[in-house]
């Protein structure tokens, strides 16, 4: 029998693989990106139109669909793949990044956090317990185990305090998880979170305290919180290193496309974010060759697709002059189309990396990757 994660192969020049995942709702190809479908939706996007574009894996947030419109509502209405119409598999967040950045003061003891809603200001309290319950019961094919999520710069001496805390947190978290999944095969997986902010040694802590815990795949948090690319890059390869080589490795929250080649390149398998379908709401659009920024006014009559050769329904069907007008007009069908493209960008920067790494060629992509992102007079 195959393992949940199987890795089909590994590119020589780099930690890049390319692997097989099994979730009780389908099988995915990795490394994958995974849209953002925060309160149980992809904004602007149907779920026909994401399995039309290709898209394998959605995340949704506990935190949110906590305070609405309630886990166990969702649990009697058959669970979050029922509620929203999404046959594929779905990946939870744990909550703790929600409450720290959204629900404004909150109390962090060792049982747990205490915060007010967002929306009403009414008073709730997170523990790994509760957090494990929310995901189980929005019937998700990915759990995370509960962490605490710190800002940067951040002194060590806090940061030591949230890592013991974040690993106390993480055996509850299986704790519970395994009195309901423990002997089913075909139940989700638990991932852990390695914290430790931008402390080498307290990453390599973090790492080796998950791994003795013991979880099906392991997610690197804690970065994309204001650091410099160049030290996010640096502490994800010196987390990635150490996790095994058997379980997915998942990069939370980071995903700019530079980020995502770059993540490949560390042996990173699962990557979600905003990026593609937030810009898309302000009018950026990806492309091979970097950004188009739609407002502008060199976009006035340019009859173009936003991308020659991409196949996305909007550059089959508009052009860069059409697509300008809907957003200045701040047309629905705008960020619509807007959103299509980029969610089709990032389906298929996936999927050419996934080739290039199959056949050894992780390397020259990476290269030409950038080559081409120095075109910038295809953009114009």
Known sequence: MRPLFSVLHSDPASRARVGLLD???????????????TAATVKA???????????????????????????????????????????????????GFQIRSLAGLCRVTDEGVSFRSHIDGSLHQFTPERSIEVQVALGSDIIMAFDECLPYPCEREA?????????RWARRSKEVFEKGFTQDPKGPLLFGIVQ???YKDLRRQSAEELMEVGFGGYAVGGLSVGEP???????????????PADRPRYLMGVGRPEDLVE?????????????????????????????????????????????????????????????????????????RLNTIHNLHYYVELMRDIRRSVSVDRFTAFRERFYAMRRETQECG
């Open 23 to 37: 979730t009780p709702h389908g099988t995915i190809e990795t490394p994958i990106f995974c849209p953002v479908g």
């Open 45 to 95: 996007m149907t779920p026909v139109e994401l399995s039309e574009i290709g898209v394998q894996m959605l995340l949704c947030n506990s935190y949110h669909l906590y305070l609405r419109p309630g886990h166990e509502l969702i649990r009697r209405l058959g669970g979050l793949h029922r509620f929203m119409g999404w046959a594929g598999p779905i990946l939870t967040d744990s909550g």
């Open 159 to 167: 940061t030591e305090a949230s890592l013991e805390r974040t690993t």
């Open 196 to 198: 430790g902010g931008f």
């Open 229 to 243: 690319p160049e030290l996010m890059l640096e502490t994800l390869g010196g987390v990635t290193e150490l996790l």
């Open 263 to 335: 993540g490949v390149y560390r042996g990173i398998d699962l990557f979600d974010c905003v990026m593609p379908t937030r810009h898309a709401r302000t009018g950026e659009l990806f492309t091979r060759f970097g950004s188009v920024i739609i407002k502008q006014a060199r976009y006035q009559e340019d009859n173009r697709p936003i991308e020659s050769d991409c196949q996305c329904f909007s550059c089959r069907n508009f052009t860069r002059a059409y697509l300008r007008h809907l957003f200045l007009g701040h047309e629905i069908l705008g960020i």
